[in-house]
T-cell receptor, first 115, second 109 residues
Framework: ETGVTQTPRHLVMGMTNKKSLKCEQH?????MYWYKQSAKKPLELMFV???????ENNSVPSRFSPECPNSSHLFLHLHTLQPEDSALYLC??????????????FGEGSRLTVL | GQNIDQPTEMTATEGAIVQINCTYQ??????LFWYQQHAGEAPTFLSY??LDGLEEKGRFSSFLSRSKGYSYLLLKELQMKDSASYLC??????????WGAGTKLIIKP
């Protein structure tokens, strides 16, 4: 138990569907992250939120839309995805984004399959 | 560009010792992390090195040489539960985390 919970753990969706991934952290952290993990590839940082404000968007296609209503919750809204978007989506948190020398706390991920 | 290299897969025997290497070329350096990730689970923090040398934590040790752009994770007295992927990540000069693709470690009885 890392203190970061992601739902759903598994999701299968068609290319025309709209779905959302949810992340919740119980650690009192102020920074939250979305990562994409594909087989045999490095983790890809997608979005960073620090104190509820989006601070980084690493050229992620607009079919991925993040939302951070408060420091404990993070969503990733998905629409009109492509099969190549199939991957494990990991949420992580840290005390703040100001210094990246602290460890990240990851959730177990949401395994997304796009048909 | 920035790059982290680590072997894709390694196999070792229960009870033995294994060393997982990580070499990096990054714009600046502010520390190196090792994470462990069991299949279907969250990556979890193992170690953080920012100064040269060896840091030991139980059966696991992590070594860093900044001049060589090199680190390794040493696992002793291997157990079946050590079968996992091991991720190396470097903090660059902009405090961005640069990740390697991970090393899948298979432990055989």
């Amino acid at each position: 138990e890392t203190g970061v919970t992601q739902t759903p753990r598994h999701l299968v969706m068609g290319m025309t569907n709209k779905k959302s991934l949810k992340c919740e952290q119980h650690l009192g952290h102020n920074a939250m992250y979305w990562y994409k993990q594909s087989a045999k590839k490095p983790l890809e940082l997608m979005f960073v939120y620090n104190f509820k404000e989006q601070t980084e968007n690493n050229s992620v296609p607009s079919r991925f839309s993040p939302e951070c209503p408060n420091s404990s919750h993070l969503f990733l809204h998905l629409h009109t995805l492509q099969p190549e978007d199939s991957a494990l989506y990991l949420c992580a948190s840290s005390p703040s984004r100001d210094s990246y020398t602290g460890e990240l706390f990851f959730g177990e991920g949401s395994r997304l399959t796009v048909l | 560009g920035q790059n982290i290299d680590q072997p894709t897969e390694m196999t070792a025997t229960e009870g033995a010792i294994v060393q997982i290497n990580c070499t990096y070329q990054t714009s600046g350096f502010n520390g190196l992390f090792w994470y462990q990730q069991h299949a279907g689970e969250a990556p979890t923090f193992l170690s953080y090195n920012v100064l040269d040398g060896l840091e030991e934590k139980g059966r696991f040790s992590s070594f860093l040489s900044r001049s060589k752009g090199y680190s390794y994770l040493l696992l002793k007295e291997l157990q079946m539960k050590d079968s996992a992927s091991y991720l190396c990540a470097v903090v660059d000069s902009n405090y961005q985390l640069i990740w390697g693709a991970g090393t899948k470690l298979i432990i055989k009885p």
